[in-house]
T-cell receptor, first 112, second 114 residues
Framework: TQLLEQSPQFLSIQEGENLTVYCNSSSVFSSLQWYRQEPGEGPVLLVTVVTGGEVKKLKRLTFQFGDARKDSSLHITAAQPGDTGLYLCAGAGGAGSYQLTFGKGTKLSVIP | ETGVTQTPRHLVMGMTNKKSLKCEQHLGHNAMYWYKQSAKKPLELMFVYSLEERVENNSVPSRFSPECPNSSHLFLHLHTLQPEDSALYLC?????????????FGNGTRLTVT
């Protein structure tokens, strides 16, 4: 069974601070997706990383896929209240797999 | 407008009731999914449909019965549920049913079983 561990589980920071959240596994994934879920809504895809060592930037968000494709991180620069939400990582398995493996998420609160 | 619409948004039902959740996608996707989201647990995949054919059933109790009449609509029929079935039920669609295909989620149905 593939498991994804996300840390920290909860994070509360002041507006303008930087933060990093992590997604770790002992399994190799063919790709990894990050989603953000705001209260009362469904998760929304932020990015997909595919290549080991890959770095993708989305405005103030920087996503990195580990060289061994077992872990990933999300760094937010100068956090804003609009970044508040539950951040989920999800790993895709090999060929023939229908399933994404989700982590439990990191709940981020950015205080104005 | 998420492209995936779920109704109702909230549902309270007794353990002896029968109800159905509805999902509709306007994205032209070929795959549709039901997920269960409970506090302090990862998203749990329940069912996967690809081109209206069920391709995965993750050992879900028979009190949950999915139906996919066409590639745009997905239902989850509920009967004789238990209080532990209370959760947020999320529908999603994707271009294909393969694991790397990104998911487009609806806003969910918050189900409470009393």
């Amino acid at each position: 069974t593939q498991l994804l561990e996300q840390s920290p589980q909860f994070l509360s920071i002041q507006e303008g601070e930087n933060l990093t959240v992590y997604c770790n596994s002992s399994s190799v994934f063919s790709s990894l997706q990050w989603y953000r879920q705001e209260p009362g809504e469904g998760p929304v895809l932020l990015v997909t990383v595919v290549t080991g060592g890959e770095v993708k930037k989305l405005k103030r968000l920087t996503f990195q896929f580990g060289d061994a494709r077992k872990d990933s991180s999300l760094h937010i620069t100068a956090a804003q209240p609009g970044d508040t939400g539950l951040y989920l990582c999800a790993g895709a398995g090999g060929a023939g797999s229908y399933q994404l493996t989700f982590g439990k998420g990191t709940k981020l609160s950015v205080i104005p | 407008e998420t492209g995936v619409t779920q109704t109702p948004r909230h549902l309270v039902m007794g353990m002896t009731n029968k109800k159905s959740l509805k999902c509709e996608q306007h994205l032209g996707h070929n795959a549709m999914y039901w997920y269960k989201q409970s506090a302090k647990k990862p998203l749990e995949l329940m069912f996967v449909y690809s081109l209206e054919e069920r391709v995965e059933n993750n050992s879900v109790p028979s009190r949950f019965s999915p139906e996919c009449p066409n590639s745009s609509h997905l239902f989850l029929h509920l009967h004789t549920l238990q209080p532990e079935d209370s959760a947020l039920y999320l529908c999603a669609s994707s271009p294909s049913a393969r694991g790397w295909s990104p998911l487009h989620f609806g806003n969910g149905t918050r189900l409470t079983v009393t």
